[in-house]
């Protein structure tokens, strides 16, 4: 079984910062990817940040040059560093990991339960 538990979300005003961290425990052999994803209220789940095994990165259009995706691989922790938060990025935060339990599987995705993030204007 495998967990993701998420903390740092919080109300902030507009112009401020959070830090959202995620770690992932359980039976893990490998993580190939590890990400967020965004979801207002009436819109779909979008894409914030991913980074890979290999530290490749990548962001939404709506979040570059303000929001840095890291990882730290001995921990399975992946964090989302948020500054110059806008009322627009208010949303239940979702981190993800797309991950290999064992050699012999294919990876699989997990969620965790959302923490909600507001910014106030």
């Known amino acids: 079984q495998v967990q993701l538990v998420e903390s740092g979300g919080g109300l902030v005003q507009a112009g401020g910062s959070l830090r959202l961290s995620c770690a992932a425990s359980g039976s893990i052999f490998g993580i190939k990817s590890m990400g967020w994803y965004r979801q207002a209220p009436g819109k779909q789940r979008e894409l914030v940040a991913v980074?890979?095994?290999?530290?490749?990165?990548n962001y939404a259009d709506s979040v570059k040059d303000r929001f840095t995706i890291s990882r730290d691989n001995t921990n399975n922790t992946v964090y989302l560093q948020m500054n110059s938060l806008k009322p627009e990025d208010t949303a239940v935060y979702y981190c993800?990991?797309?991950?290999?339990?064992?050699?012999?599987?294919?990876?699989?995705?997990?969620w965790g339960q959302g923490t909600q993030v507001t910014v106030s204007s």
């Open positions: 980074i890979t095994s290999g530290r490749s990165r």
């Open positions: 993800n990991a797309d991950l290999f339990q064992s050699y012999f599987r294919g990876s699989q995705e997990y």
